[in-house]
Each structure stands twice: as structure tokens, then as C-alpha cells.
């Protein structure tokens, strides 16, 4: 379920890395759960701690591991963030470690249908604005950023702020909570008419 | 008459039970829904919180395939201590199925397999439908002139209650092989090369199709490995326009249309492919005979050359790309300029959704028959079905990798992914029939080559990343 998001404004992790694919962000030995809890404790795993190991050391240059980051709320992450596997435990661990949104120059397609699906906001910007922003937090740590989702901006740190796209009823979803399979349900009449008209080829239950 | 349109379009129109207007994606509709163990049980919690039905259990298929054991002395029982979590996940979708009244292929049934594997054997996959599953690779099935392509677990839920999905209208990517492939070169070659050319996010909102003579001189199996890596170059789905090859296929099968509807279907079928005259989004052109057998060297599947080329140098890098480039290689200890061709492996896997069907195994075979693997090397050949692993052993197949010295295994995704206790020891180099070389796919610190069924049967002799046509010569 979505939780609503208008504005935030927040720190940025840094991870300047293009293709970060959804095994890295969860890897697969987190995939025998039968619930969406207790995913953040693998986010990054392997990059995070020693031996991919959440009870071993932590990795002390990774950016979430580096005090000056602890608090990020934001991923400012390289172009073509999670592509790769569909496993939506991806956002579910972002999300359980407690991001609300992932900067990039682009997303793969399922990634940001998944996110936006939980309530993580997915914002592309160009690729000066990257390099502003990857310029801006190396230089300061504390550098915060405003994502207005209302009025879709992005408030840049040197002043003025950029428009960002995204998909208008994933943006309604996100604003007012309107539930997705709410919606779907309520076109039951709609889908009775298409079943009606076209009859299946198919009964996976004959063979 | 109507302007002319591209199989994809078709295919979307016939589906939209709402069309997108201003600000709504639209409706689609699902012809077949997939299910396996790993991305479904949240969904069903979902339904259950909401006291919701699944809407058309007769248009939904399960299977076990992802955490399942492919280790043949390891029973149900073992399993529970081995692997509980993975054991607990397997009797959820047990329980899901049994109280939704959904076909299930669990462990121990002849028609159990890979998702991806099962679908076109079993004929449930047909050309014009729509096939979606919470697995990127459900793009496989647009090789038989399907719409395929993975979602998520939410929409795992939303296909569940509804059999719909909300989605936006992908644009489209022709992605044209001409030519005549040379000896030694095959699909796994084609679309590694296709992926190289293009980058792995090249076809991000796009579902490509593939056209040409090589595409055209595929079989079936063939086409399913070039469709199943579409999302390797970030397009959602690949399709391949059905003809005489498709139909051929899939008469007979088990779920596919007999008799009177089988002649209707065919009708139908034939008037699927993309018009003349249609246009695409984008377009895209190699040249199937200049192609060579494709190995990839970093970690991912858009880091691939020509198995006797070397690895990039940095200034074949762009510069914003090279601390990425860099990290890749650091993590396969690999230099730029290194050749791959002589480099010792430890692992040659043989398997997963990509290339695990009778016609790979064939091809593995012919390589390693009367041969021998590499002192010290270890071989898995893992297949992608229970009606593979059959036919496999009747037709001698078995024997042959057993002779040869290799693993032959219980059907699964198995090392593809390492979610069932096959897998790399940190450091180990692996030739790999499957999909993604990611850091850590096969096993945290494992190394991955991806390469065709006949690289890695090369390989498996001489313990070395080898170019298949030396051993054939």
C-alpha cells in the first residue's frame, strides 16, 4: 500500500554507479520470505558489509555506511537504476531502510513500476542536474534537495529548481492514496464485458 | 481497410479492456498468468487482507522452479533441514494454489519445470496472447508471436483479482538480424551481440521484435533465447512474429487449440504478424553473418565481445562510464586489453530459463560426446524441465554428460541465480548458459562468463574459456 508524499526534503546518499541492478540492491538469498518486512538489513548487502554479511563488518567506504550519510533519506544514484531482475523486494528494501526516493538520469522499467507502487518516488533529471547534484553532495554532505511531487520540481542546491516527469496516475496514487487494485476492482463491469466477448483458448486447468 | 500495424500493436489493441486517456494507463488484459514460489506470496496475502477471490484460476498456471533442489539425493525431508525458509516458501504456494483452485506443477509432477520452460512446452503459450509472471524473463514467450513480459508482486496481486494490469503503451524497437549465421554461432551469440550493440538500458520503454533471415532461420528454442533476454537490454518484452516454424511447434501440444479450433486458431494466428508498411518507434540493424560466438567480461550482460576479441581499453570506454567499468572489472579481476579466450574456469553451468531446453542440451552433447571434462572442473547440466530431463535420458543425452564427467541434475533455475544451494565459492570463474553475469548472480564472489551451450561445452573439455570452432575443427 502507498503512503502519501507531497513534498519531502532531505539529504542525498550518493552512489554514483550506472546499472545498479536489483540483485545488488537485495540479492537473491533474501528472496525466501513470504512477507515485505525485514528486507533492509540486505539492502546493498554485498557492497554494505564484509562477505555480503549484515552480522559481519560493515564496509566502512560505503555510502551507507559513512556517518555523513546516515541520515539520507534520498538515493542520488548512476543512469539505469535497478534494472535486472523484477523482484519487488528491491523497493520493499529501500523503502524498509527508510528512502524515499532515488534520483537518477533513468530507471528500468519494472523498477520504477514497482516503486511507485510503494510509495518510493522515482525522479529522473538530466545529466547536468546529476553532476550538479553528485558535485553538490561530495562538496557538502549536508546538501538537501526539496522534491515537491505536487508541483513536480526538484529544488536544485546552487538555487532554482528543475520540473521532473512522472507518470500522472502514478502521481495521483502517490498524492491522494488512491489504491491501484481499488481501481482496478472497481472496473469489474468493464472486464465482465471484454471476458464476455472474447471467449479463452486456454483452461490450464484441462490438462 | 486499416492503416497497417506492428504485431505488438495488434496484439495490445485486441487486449484493452480500457483504452489510456488523459492521465490513465490503461486496462490490459491477461490471457495467461504465471505463478512460481518466490514472487507470489505476498500477493496472495494481499487477496487475503482484502478478502478477495482470484479471478481466473483457469487462466493461471503454477510452478515450482526458483528455490527448488536440483540435487537428486535431496527429498522433501532433507529439504526441511537444508533449507527451511526455502522449504516454508514451496508449502505457501502449496496452500496458495490448493485454496484458489490453480494448477500447480509441484515437486514430484512430470510437467513441473522453469516457468520459462514449461510455458511453450506445454502449449499454454500461443502467439497473440498476453502472457505476463513476477519474473523479468517472462519475456521468453514472445518467441512463439506473444506479449510477455514480468511484473511485480503488486501486479502479481492485481493480475490475481482481476486479470488485468494497468499499463502504459510501451513503444516499439525493431531489432533486425539479417544474414546467415556462421558454424558455431548461434541465438545466445545473437542476442548477446544485440545487447552489446545496444547497451542494457537501450530498450527501456520499448518491447523490441525481431526480424530478419537470421531470426527467421531460428527454431523455436532458438527464438525463446533471444526473446528471453530482451530485458537483458531493458526492454520489457521481445517478440518474434509467428509463422510456419511456430505453428509446427505447437501443434500437438498438450494445451494447445485441436481440431476445428486449431484451424480457427491458425487463422487467426496468421494474421498477427506486423503489417507492410507498419512503422516502429526505432530500428535497428546487424549483420548475422558478420557475428562471432559472444562471451561476456564484466557484470553485465551488455559487457560482451567476440570470443577471440580482448577486453575493452579504456579509451573504448566513455569517460563518465569508466569508474563503473573499472568496478566490474576489479570485481573479475580482469585488466583492460585481457583476452578471455585461455582463461582458466573453475565452473561450467549448463541451464536456466535462457538455455535449458532439449535443442541446448543437444547441443552441449554433440560437443562433449566421447569426451572427457577438465581435471578439477566441475560441470552442471541442469534442465529446464521435467519433460526435458525425460527425453534427455531416452535419448541418451544423460549418458553422454555422465561419460563425460558432468553433473546431470533435477530440473530448475538451479545456479542461474543460486536461490537453491547451487552456486559459486567466492572467487570461482564460471562459463554460464544463463542470463546475467551480475556481481554475486551465481553465488556471492562468483565470477560469470555468459556464453552459448556450445562455449561452454568447449569450455568444459579444456577447463578454459574456449572458442567452440577449435574443438570442432
Known amino acids: ?181 481499488g481501481y482496478l476492482l472497481n472496473q469489474a463491469p468493464a472486464i465482465q464485458a471484454f471476458e464476455a466477448a472474447n471467449a479463452a483458448r486456454l483452461d490450464t486447468r484441462s490438462d | 481497410m486499416s492503416r497497417p500495424r506492428t504485431l ?127 519474473d523479468s524473463h517472462t519475456s521468453t514467450h514472445g518467441a512463439v508471436g506473444a506479449l510477455a513480459f514480468g511484473i511485480g508482486t503488486s501486479e502479481v496481486g492485481h493480475v490475481l483479482a482481476t486479470q488485468c494490469l494497468l499499463q502504459h503503451r510501451p513503444k516499439t524497437y525493431e531489432v533486425r538480424v539479417d544474414g546467415r549465421l556462421q558454424e558455431g554461432v548461434v541465438a545466445k551469440d545473437i542476442i548477446l551481440a544485440v545487447i552489446a550493440r545496444l547497451g542494457i538500458g537501450g530498450g527501456t520503454g520499448h518491447v523490441f521484435e525481431y526480424t530478419g533471415e537470421a ?14 533476454m530482451s530485458i537483458e537490454g531493458g526492454a520489457r518484452a521481445g517478440l518474434i512474429a ?63 565481445i567476440p570470443i577471440a576479441g580482448a577486453v575493452p581499453e579504456d579509451d ?18 580482469l585488466e583492460p586489453g585481457e583476452r578471455l579466450q585461455g582463461k582458466p574456469i573453475d565452473v561450467v553451468f549448463v541451464g536456466s530459463c535462457t538455455n535449458s531446453r532439449y535443442s541446448d542440451l543437444l547441443a552441449a552433447a554433440n560437443v562433449l560426446r566421447g569426451r572427457k571434462v577438465a581435471d578439477g572442473l566441475r560441470v552442471l547440466i541442469v534442465p529446464g524441465s521435467d519433460a526435458v530431463k525425460r527425453q534427455a535420458e531416452r535419448d541418451g543425452l544423460a549418458q553422454v554428460f555422465v561419460d563425460a564427467g558432468a553433473e546431470w541434475r533435477e530440473a530448475g533455475c538451479s545456479m542461474c541465480l543460486a536461490m537453491n544451494g547451487d552456486q559459486l565459492a567466492p572467487g570461482q570463474y564460471a562459463v554460464s548458459t544463463s542470463n546475467r553475469n551480475f556481481e554475486g548472480r551465481q553465488g556471492a564472489g562468483g565470477r560469470t562468463f555468459l556464453a552459448s551451450p556450445l562455449t561452454a561445452a568447449a569450455s568444459a573439455i579444456t577447463g578454459r574459456v574456449t572458442d567452440v570452432r577449435e574443438v570442432l575443427s
Not at chain 1, 18 to 29: C, E, L
Not at chain 1, 30 to 37: E, F, M
Not at chain 2, 295 to 304: F, I, K, L, Q, R
Open chain 2, 242 to 304: 509467428p509463422d510456419d516454424v511456430t505453428f509446427a511447434y505447437l501443434e500437438g501440444r498438450p494445451m494447445a487449440p485441436s481440431g476445428d479450433a486449431w484451424e480457427a486458431a491458425l487463422d487467426d494466428w496468421r494474421s498477427l504478424p506486423t503489417d507492410k508498411g507498419a512503422a516502429y518507434d526505432r530500428t535497428t540493424t546487424l549483420d548475422g553473418s558478420a557475428l562471432e560466438p559472444m562471451v561476456t567480461y564484466g557484470t553485465n550482460p551488455g559487457m560482451a
Open chain 2, 215 to 228: 531470426i527467421r532461420a531460428l527454431d523455436m528454442e532458438g527464438r525463446m533465447t533471444v526473446c528471453n
Open chain 1, 1 to 181: 500500500m502507498s503512503k502519501s508524499f507531497t513534498r519531502f526534503t532531505g539529504t542525498m546518499a550518493p552512489l554514483p554507479i550506472q546499472n545498479v541492478d536489483t540483485d545488488q540492491i537485495i540479492p537473491a538469498s533474501y528472496l525466501k520470505v513470504t512477507d515485505r518486512s525485514g528486507l533492509s538489513s540486505g539492502l546493498f548487502s554485498r557492497w554494505r558489509y564484509r562477505d555480503g554479511d549484515p552480522e559481519g563488518e560493515p564496509i566502512s567506504d560505503f555510502v551507507l555506511n559513512r556517518a555523513e550519510h546516515g541520515e539520507a533519506r534520498i538515493l542520488l544514484a548512476g543512469d539505469n537504476f535497478g534494472c535486472g531482475s523484477s523482484r519487488e523486494h528491491a523497493p520493499w528494501a529501500l523503502v524498509g531502510y527508510g528512502f524515499r526516493a532515488v534520483i537518477s538520469t533513468s530507471f528500468a522499467d519494472i523498477f520504477r513500476s514497482n516503486a511507485l507502487k510503494n510509495g518510493l518516488l522515482v525522479v529522473p533529471v538530466t545529466e547536468d542536474v546529476s553532476a550538479a547534484l553528485f558535485d553538490a553532495v561530495t562538496a557538502d554532505p549536508a546538501t538537501e534537495v526539496t522534491i515537491d511531487l505536487e508541483a513536480r520540481t526538484l529544488s536544485l542546491p546552487g538555487g532554482g529548481e528543475t520540473n521532473f516527469e512522472v507518470d500522472p496516475f502514478a502521481r495521483r496514487c502517490l498524492l491522494d492514496g488512491t489504491d491501484q487494485l
Open chain 2, 8 to 134: 505488438f500493436e495488434k496484439i495490445w489493441r485486441r487486449h484493452l479492456v480500457t483504452a489510456e486517456a488523459e492521465g490513465l494507463p490503461a486496462t490490459l488484459y491477461v490471457d495467461l498468468h504465471l505463478v512460481h514460489e518466490v514472487t507470489s506470496p505476498q500477493a496472495f496475502t494481499e487477496l487475503a487482507e482484502r478478502g478477495l477471490p482470484v479471478r481466473r484460476p483457469d487462466l493461471t498456471l503454477a510452478t515450482m522452479d526458483h528455490s527448488t533442489p536440483t540435487d537428486p539425493s535431496i527429498d522433501d525431508a532433507r529439504l526441511r533441514v537444508l533449507d527451511p525458509e526455502g522449504s516454508a516458501q514451496l508449502d505457501r504456494l502449496l496452500a496458495n494454489c490448493e485454496q484458489h483452485g490453480i494448477p500447480l506443477y509441484a515437486m514430484g509432477d512430470e510437467r513441473r519445470g522453469i516457468v520459462h520452460v514449461i510455458g511453450p512446452e506445454l502449449g499454454a503459450t500461443q502467439p497473440g496472447m498476453t502472457v505476463v509472471c513476477g
Open chain 2, 316 to 333: 573504448a570506454i566513455e569517460p563518465e562510464k569508466r569508474a563503473s567499468f573499472h568496478k566490474a572489472l576489479d570485481y573479475m579481476a
